[in-house]
């Protein structure tokens, strides 16, 4: 025993370059029988490919296969393949050349209640795609176990079709040779022998004294016993698992797992791994990632109750037998191996149960050096066939090959684990995260999912005192504040992409943040105001993601809006450009509906489609990025391509599409603005453009996809609106130019599926609103989205203003008399004037009182703002002095404002902004009145002063001078440009009107 150990030793030291299947103390797989499915006279006659004059190293015959022709090859070999398990294709690859090689099994048979035959499918890199790239002739073995199952097929009984595809990128050409079934005995896990852990366990370490003594005198029991004993005392190194329990635990789910009714299933007192009880694929990975265990863990560490322990050393035990590590592939699709379930299983329950339970009686010796082992194959196999593509998959596999190579130093290659692991992962979090910090997926669940993935593998480093590079550390802080400054109000999270429920929820993993980085905003995010310290920025754009968050305030009743302004994404794409999300008062009212599962049916091609988005569809044909764009502009960073300002007055965002759309010949562009009048409601520009200016008629169509809410359509006016008794509403008004856009609602259609939103992973009937025009482009129209708290409706009337050239201009009048005017400009350049004003602007906004006294005003996009001639914005601040007014002749003193750059805003200082005016007057025959809309400017004293958030005017002292008792800080902090501190003029008791300008607007 003595030499066979000191064999095994010198063998594992060489083990670096020697492939796990290849090495002697791995278990293999048991060839039993072997026939030829189709030889190479089958594959020439079914395909017409030619035979090649290379043969295989069987000394077949072989095809030569150039996928550029065709990608698909189906083969008509159908009928009963039991007992076999394993297909096994030949495949000659080319030096330099790569791909991937998939293979579909197409049954006879069809489940009920799903879409489409039962069938098997997976895939197996080739050549230069593979981690470990190869060249020449290979037996590439397609393993039953390695096929994502859709339906509950009976094993190969009933094969209808074999259908092999080399979708692009492909090699240029493959030779194939003779393809055969194959029947295995495999056997039980895990494949590495006791002889080969104490090969592959360095024992020089310190505290395995006894289990190299063991090893010396040849007595491999007693080795083992000393292993398992050290794994169980030991506490070093560091280790954060278990993850802590921050909420109540489920203490009945941890009940209904243990009668293993698992994942919504009732399975039997035997666990069968490779089941599927309602034929959906992702329900199989569901049950091979063993995150389900994480309330049984729990509530062990809580109760200490060895019932749930019992289960546990069950439930691994039996899935460790049941499935030993591929050997020679991938793993393709297999629920148990494939690379990301591999991964998923140690960070969600294999880590926690380890620490947890490993001195639990019930984790005997057998089961903890099970686990140990599995910890071994686990991270060779993910070193060796991990993705090679930049991904969310490739950021968690990293993280478990890091963490691995951290907890269980004692391996011989724990180092090389670790230095790859983490090189690996700081060359993601590099790549993968935007200067913003968001996660390149654009997505909240898959930002959430690699967050995780850095966070776990930075706080071990931390712990174990191994260093990281600054960006490591630097934008995984970055990524945690972009969960809270894109949350809702109500601290959910938008559902953008693959994001799952259109209310995701990310609190927890936002609590790792504010405890890694010692953050008082994160913990306040994170215990939903308990901890911590609300934060004091309010609008912010991400934008080199291009999510454009407008917000009012962090209470619950805030309002808050999120415009998708940016690329397709690097995967789980939705087409969705220019989508936007409404949130106001407590309410959700229109969403991105999110997608419910990764099933191929209807369901799952609207909710990734542009149809199941708040954006616009021309002549019925959705976006299509992904067949039109390149993988770089899919990644790219939006900064240079949008506009996005935010201030005291409005946040403006702007941005286009060009992208085409699906089947429809011709280059279309669709630029969209919105904007927030703080902090009452928003503004929707949309303009269509044909850019090779033809003059077809084109069926445009604007949707809006709300939550589960009843609305009322007013057919007279266009206007949509939610219809709520007693709680909060939105009412959608459309402004022109033009005759009101056909108004249709549509809620739970099947065919074609239309109105549904996801939740709590199911599709939910859901109103869709679509406003609808047919005419010769451009086609523009302006919406006002008007919350509202009390009545039956917004209390808005648009009122149109003339206005010359591509511009649309309304006063917005409100029922208290007071309004806004807003003008928007479609494009060219100049001047443009309406209601009196003239800006050169793209964007223009003057607030006005119930007296139709200016108060506030903004523009964006250009350098100022005129009334009757006078420069409101020259030298950053204007005076008027209106008909009959006279000066104070108050000492003029002066005070320092802080301001912020982003838009062209004009506003009363909230410091200095101070005015009197009479309550009621004299009119020359002797009537005392209020002032008129004519008579108002000569006014008499009246004390008001401007409140420190911006919108509206607030009564002062009736008596007396009025002083300035606020800071002059605007409400929010900047999220864009410079802060600036200027001087200006102080009078205590003023008769002016006063602008303030915020410069440098950013310029789409």
Not at 839 to 862: E, S
Request: charged fraction near 25%.
């Amino acid at each position: 025993m003595g030499n066979t150990s000191r064999h095994q030793r010198r063998h594992a030291n060489a083990s670096p370059t020697c492939p796990p299947h290849r090495r002697p103390h791995i278990l293999p797989d048991e060839v039993v029988a072997e026939r030829v499915l189709i030889d190479e006279g089958g594959l020439v006659r079914q395909t017409g490919l030619p035979r090649a004059p290379e043969r295989t190293p069987r000394g077949e015959t072989a095809v030569r296969w150039e996928p550029g022709e065709r990608t698909t090859l189906a083969l008509a070999v159908g009928g009963d393949w039991r007992p076999y398990d394993q297909i096994v294709v030949p495949v000659y690859v080319p030096e330099g050349q790569g791909g991937a090689l998939h293979v579909a099994v197409e049954m006879a048979t069809r489940t009920e209640g799903l879409d489409g035959n039962d069938r098997y499918f997976t895939h197996y890199p080739l050549g230069a795609a593979a981690r470990r790239g190869w060249r020449g002739w290979r037996d590439l073995e397609y393993g039953i176990e390695n096929f994502l199952i859709f339906g509950i097929p009976d094993a190969w009984n009933g094969v209808a079709r074999l259908d092999i595809s080399l979708p692009a990128p492909a090699p240029e050409w493959v030779l194939l040779g003779p393809i055969r079934l194959r029947q295995r005995r495999r056997p039980a896990g895990p494949r590495l022998t006791d002889a080969g852990l104490v090969a592959e366990l360095d024992l020089d370490q310190p505290g395995l004294e006894a289990a190299r003594a063991a090893v010396d005198a040849g007595d491999l029991g007693a080795a083992r016993r000393a292993l398992a004993a050290h794994y169980r005392a030991r506490e070093r190194p560091t280790s954060i698992y278990p993850l802590p329990i921050t909420e109540p635990v489920d203490l009945a789910n941890a009940e209904r797992i243990r009668a293993h009714l698992i994942l919504g299933q009732q399975l039997g007192r035997d666990l069968d791994w490779r089941a599927n009880p309602i034929g959906y694929l992702e329900w199989m990975h569901a049950f091979n990632r063993h995150y389900f265990l994480q309330d049984v863990i729990k509530a062990y560490q809580v109760t200490g109750d060895e019932r749930y322990a019992a289960e546990l050393a069950y439930q691994v035990s039996s899935w460790i037998k049941a499935t030993p590590s591929p050997l020679g592939n991938d793993g393709g699709g297999d629920p148990a191996w494939e690379t990301l379930s591999t991964a998923v299983r140690c960070y969600w329950a294999w880590f926690d149960i380890f620490y947890a339970c490993r001195r639990s009686p019930h984790f005997d010796d057998d089961l903890l050096l099970d686990l140990v082992k599995s910890f071994y194959h686990h991270a060779e196999h993910l070193l060796e066939w991990g993705v090679t593509k930049h991904n969310n998959w490739l950021v968690v596999e990293s993280q478990v090959i890091a963490s691995i190579g951290v907890l269980f130093p004692e391996y011989r290659r724990a180092a090389a684990w670790r230095r790859e692991g983490y090189r690996r992962l700081a060359d993601e979090i590099a790549v993968q995260v935007y200067p913003d910090g968001t996660q390149w997926e654009l997505s909240a669940n898959y930002h959430a999912m690699c967050g995780q993935g850095f966070a776990s593998a930075y706080e071990l480093a931390q712990l174990n005192d191994i260093p990281l590079p600054a960006v490591y550390g630097e934008r995984l802080r970055a990524m945690f504040d972009h969960v809270w400054r894109l949350a809702r109000p109500d601290g959910s999270s938008p559902s953008h992409n693959d994001s799952g429920s259109v209310v995701g929820q990310y609190q927890e993993f936002v609590r790792r943040g504010a405890r890694l980085f010692g953050d008082p905003t994160m913990a306040w995010f994170a215990s939903r105001g308990a901890e911590g310290a609300a934060p004091a920025a309010t609008s912010h754009g991400f934008v080199d993601a291009g999510l454009l968050v407008m917000r009012s305030g962090w209470e619950r009743a805030a309002r808050w809006a999120l415009f998708d302004a940016g690329p397709y994404g690097a995967a789980h794409q939705h087409e969705d450009a220019l989508g936007l999300e409404i949130y106001a008062d407590g309410t959700l009212f229109l969403c991105d509906p999110g997608i419910t599962s990764y099933m191929r049916e209807p369901w799952f091609d609207h909710q990734q489609g542009t149809d199941g988005h708040n954006t616009i569809l021309l002549e019925g044909r959705p976006q299509a990025r992904r067949s039109n764009e390149t993988r770089e502009q899919h990644v790219r960073s939006v900064r240079d391509e949008i506009f996005w300002a935010t201030g005291a007055v409005v946040d403006a965002a702007r941005a286009r599409y060009s992208a085409g759309y699906r089947d429809l010949a011709g280059r279309f562009t669709h630029e969209r603005a919105l904007i927030f009048v703080r902090p009452d409601y928003w503004l929707l520009f949309d303009e269509v453009r044909d850019e090779d200016g033809g003059d077809a008629t084109r069926l445009v169509e604007s949707l809006f996809h709300f939550m589960p809410l009843r609305l009322q359509l007013d057919r007279a006016t266009g206007r949509v609106r939610t219809h709520r008794q007693m709680k909060p509403n939105l009412e959608l008004i459309p402004l022109g130019p033009g005759r009101a856009p056909g108004t249709a609602i549509v809620c739970g259609r099947h065919e074609p599926v239309q109105g549904w939103v996801s939740l709590d992973k199911e599709n939910i009937p859901a109103p869709c609103v679509i406003f609808s025009r047919r005419t010769r482009l451009p086609f523009r129209m302006g919406l006002a989205l008007c919350p509202y708290l009390v009545g039956t409706r917004a209390g808005v009337t648009p009122r149109r203003l003339r206005v010359a050239g591509d511009a649309l201009a309304y006063e917005l009048r409100r029922e208290d008399g007071s309004g806004d005017l807003v003008c928007y400009r479609w494009g060219g350049a100049g001047e443009t004037r309406f209601g009196g004003y003239a800006t050169d602007g793209w964007l223009a906004l003057v607030r006005r009182d119930a007296r139709g006294d200016d108060i506030a005003a903004a523009v964006a996009g250009g350098t100022g703002l005129t009334r009757r001639g006078r420069d409101l914005d020259r030298q950053g601040v204007a005076v008027e002095r209106p008909k009959r007014w006279r000066r104070s002749s108050a000492p003029t003193t002066t005070r320092s404002c802080t301001l912020r750059s982003g838009t062209r805003a004009f506003a009363p200082c909230s410091c200095c902004g101070i005015r009197t005016r009479a309550k009621r007057w004299r009119s020359p025959f002797g009537k005392t009145r209020r002032p008129g809309a004519r008579a108002r400017r000569r006014a008499g004293p009246c004390r008001r002063r401007w409140r420190p958030w911006a919108g509206s005017w607030a009564r002062g002292p009736r008596s007396g001078a009025t002083r300035c008792a606020s800071s002059c800080k605007g409400p929010n902090e900047p999220s864009q440009g410079e802060v600036r501190r200027i001087t200006l003029p102080h009078t205590p008791v003023s008769r002016t009107r006063r602008f303030v300008r915020i410069e440098n607007a950013s310029r789409v």
